[in-house]
């Protein structure tokens, strides 16, 4: 096996010393690779490049946007991707290998790894492969990267603008072909981690989110918290394989953990071969 490694040195929990680290697990198990340490304004260019090697495995050491990236910019026909975990939250390599260190994840893979091909959604040509949420409680995420830059003040100017777009810009709807609805937030799990739903579902699971008041937004809080969220009376879950959704703006989003920004019309797809893992056998 030929893999490429990919270390963004500037994430969360990766560190300086994450390419040597790597460059020992590969010899530990005997395969053949580079490893790569890229500045950030160099890291999608990385990306590129070690695709376009055709390696057999890239394996990235990165946050939740970094991992997004590579699975999709290697898509189905693409090698075999490892997104490890070197971020804050790392919903796809915790979604993947568990809430493990990205060495361990790493070494696992090398010793007894296989190919699984991940489903996922896709959302305006955005893919998602764990979970994707529209509408206005999106927007503290933009509040937390903010905070996670140090960046105080402006943080604070976010959370402001999040309270304020509460209940202020809710979403129309319309999934499979049903009727149309209104909410204040539509979220997507992708089979990967949805408990309501197999690992080879042939959908995403939707579910809208729209509490009409301060009381209901604390209920709903409590029952997220106990894993009943979707008995909450706020709460309409359902399938879905192709959708649209537009508001009177601009559309907050989050994708697997990222902050983006859509337009006020997007449209929503199941994807049902996205990129290929390499996971473990067992």
Known sequence: MRVEVVTNIASGSVGKEAPAQAEAILAEHGVTGRVHAPSEGELTACLRDALDSKPDALLVVAGDGTARAAAEMAGPDGPLIAPLPGGTMNMLPHALYGAIPWPEAMANCLKSGRERMISGGEIDGRLFFVAAILGSPALWAQAREAARAGRAALALMRARRALRRAFSSRLRYVLD??????????????????????????????????????LDIFRLGVNTVTGNWRNDPSVIVGRCRIGKVWAGGPIPAILDGEPVRLGDTVSIRFRPKAFRALVPAS
């Open 177 to 214: 072909g049903r009727p149309k609805g209104k909410t204040e937030a539509l979220s997507l799990l992708c089979p990967l981690v949805s408990a309501d739903l197999d690992a080879d579902a042939q959908a995403l699971e939707a579910a809208a989110l729209d509490p009409a008041s301060a």
